[in-house]
């Protein structure tokens, strides 16, 4: 068999992004311009109102962050020309049609170029508002759906879903869910879901006006029904409810394109590249360990023996770390700290095991047929996890997030 590369792959490649001045987006792009710089064309959806808000957001918080040092340092001089080149900062919203693209000549230059598009923007609050999160992780998939459908070139449709949309389960959890998700949503077929879960959040919003409620009072009406909604499907909260409608509807509706979902466990910081321990805002896991290490959260309720799965970077990975050592106080701001119990609670106690013999087996693959495999190493048997948390990830919080 003929031996490819990864990095002739993406060659020349028109790559769309959204979700970029996200965490997991900007590692991705980061990683792309630094390894191909030969690749054609990234465009960023950024949110914005126009495009030189768009462009600002861009610099400022994508290309002017520590992350693209190491590629400022080996580009130079030419860095700024290389970018402005290369990447294309888009005003757009996911939740709405054609990605809320506006300037229609871009949005045609962008139907018929782009080829691999990557879609991680979500809100990523466990408890969001029911109408946001609703609007951004389950409609927002279809907008991208259907742009997606309209790129004349796609070879691939990258999608990023959580580990977690499996709700709360025991035992080995199949990559393939989608008999799990049937049976959650049984009874209602996929149109009556979709239209159904936009009903009821209109008419909720309706009722709260109608009673003059405040804006404080339709927030935190809306969090809770949020959590209402994912309990009386199965889910444990509105950010993995919402998620896994969002990918019901892109199963449901993908036609013949061609679609990768990837559903990491929990995100953390970079283990090598561009350099080890590059993060970006408090993930899940680091509200925890800073907490613990400012001494304003003493103990954690935990099981001991439930496997702890961490993902670094792109692919759900299955990485068995065990959370000891830290039980919970509740003597101050009960409230506040019952609803992180309750919402914590589904990871802390998580009693499933992820499969992950597709990424095992994409390993396998990808070592076998491409020469640079090595240079996208995705193989988590390869950390020393006790030196990572120790050594990288907790410096890396410290000086990127902590300061
Ligand atoms: N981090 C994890 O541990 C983890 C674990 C499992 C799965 N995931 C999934 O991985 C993906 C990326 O996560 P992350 O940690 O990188 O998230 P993040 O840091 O919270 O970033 C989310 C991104 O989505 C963008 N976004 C939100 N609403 C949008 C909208 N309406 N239109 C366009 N963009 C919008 C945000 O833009 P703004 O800057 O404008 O807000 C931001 O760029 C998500 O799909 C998430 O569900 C993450």
Redesign the pocket.
Known sequence: MELKTILGYLKDKIILV??????????FLEKILRVQPNVEKVYL????PDTNSAKD?MHN?IIGKALFKVLREKLGADFDNFISKKVVAVP?????EN??VKDIKLREEMFNGVQIIL???????FDERYD?AL???TF?VLHLLSFAKKCLKLEMLL??????VCGEREGLIPEDLSSFMDEKVKGTTKFNFQVQEKKVVEEKLNDLKAEGASEENIRSTMKDFGIERAKLYGWPNT?VFT?AMGEIFLENSKGNLPLVI???????STYKEPFPGWI??F???DSVIAGYCKGKLTCLLADPMSVFD??LKFV?KASGQYFEDIYVNYSRKLTLVMRLVELYKPYMLFKGIFDDSNSRELQKLTSECYIDAKEFNFDPKCIDWEDYIMNTHIPGLRKHVLV
């Open positions: 959204t979700g970029a001045t996200g965490f997991l987006a900007m590692v959806l950024v949110r914005a957001r918080e757009g919203d996911v939740t709405f990605l809320g879609n991680s923007a979500a809100t990523t609050n946001i609007d951004v992780n927002g999608h990023i879903s959580t580990a977690y950010y998620k990837i559903r990491p466990t929990v995100v953390t970006q805002g993930r899940t896991i961490m993902g759900n």
